[in-house]
Antibody, heavy 119, light 111 residues
Framework: QVLLQESGPGLVKSSQTLSLTCTIS??????????WSWLRQPPGKGLEWIGN???????FSSPSLKSRLTISVDTSKNQFSLRLTSVTAADTAVYYC???????????WGQGTLVSVSS | QSVLTQPPSVSGAPGQKVTISCTGS?????????VHWYQQLPGTAPKLLIH???NRPSGVPDRFSGSTSGTSASLAITGLQAEDEADYYC???????????FGGGTKLTVL
């Protein structure tokens, strides 16, 4: 059973940087069999793909976030991370990490973590 | 504005059948990229319901089925049960955006 767990601050000030980490258990990010993705869901709204990464470090980002976004992987810790700069209230959302992405299904999800951006 | 278009809501009585549509374009569903469907119960993370157009993961009842045609996809739910009340999302890959795209979600109400 693959488990994913998001971690990071639940409150970020406007204009600052949002950083989250996803820790994987029950599977290895280095297996090379999957993409690993970040997604978010603003309160009361739908799902939005943020980006994904392969174990090699090759990453893909949503065009609307690309200029502010960095996704990285740490195979030694079996983790991948998200860094979003210059946040605004529009970045307030539940952030999810998941296994899969690109043309592949997202078959395992973390429970999600709410990040609020305050002024 | 979502890249994939879903109806905001559908409803049906217990035991009935409902279908949820997902309309895309020539750069995603129409380009034969796989369509996946997710079920999201209130306050929980989405759960994979259908993958690669019409395949059910282990544990998903056969009351759920998917199909595609041209630039559209559909999720059908037969024998509606109260526990099916949830939000449903379609997902595919878009070659223009070079990433995953989602529908805006459909809220299913079991009357």
């Amino acid at each position: 059973q693959v488990l994913l767990q998001e971690s990071g601050p639940g409150l970020v000030k406007s204009s600052q940087t949002l950083s989250l980490t996803c820790t994987i258990s029950g599977g290895s990010i280095s297996s090379g069999d999957y993409y690993w993705s970040w997604l978010r869901q603003p309160p009361g709204k739908g799902l939005e793909w943020i980006g994904n990464i392969y174990y090699s470090g090759s990453s893909f980002s949503s065009p609307s976030l690309k200029s502010r976004l960095t996704i990285s992987v740490d195979t030694s810790k079996n983790q991948f991370s998200l860094r979003l700069t210059s946040v605004t209230a529009a970045d307030t959302a539940v952030y999810y990490c998941a296994r899969g992405g690109s043309n592949y299904p997202l078959d395992y999800w973390g429970q999600g973590t709410l990040v609020s951006v305050s002024s | 504005q979502s890249v994939l278009t879903q109806p905001p809501s559908v409803s049906g009585a217990p035991g009935q059948k409902v279908t949820i549509s997902c309309t895309g374009s020539s750069s995603n569903i129409g380009a034969d990229y796989a369509v996946h469907w997710y079920q999201q119960l209130p306050g929980t993370a989405p759960k994979l319901l259908i993958h690669a157009n019409n395949n059910r993961p282990s544990g998903v009842p056969d009351r759920f089925s998917g199909s595609t045609s041209g630039t559209s996809a559909s999720l059908a739910i037969t024998g509606l049960q109260a526990e099916d009340e949830a939000d449903y999302y379609c997902q595919s890959f878009d070659s223009s955006l070079r990433g995953s795209v989602f529908g805006g979600g459909t809220k299913l109400t079991v009357l």
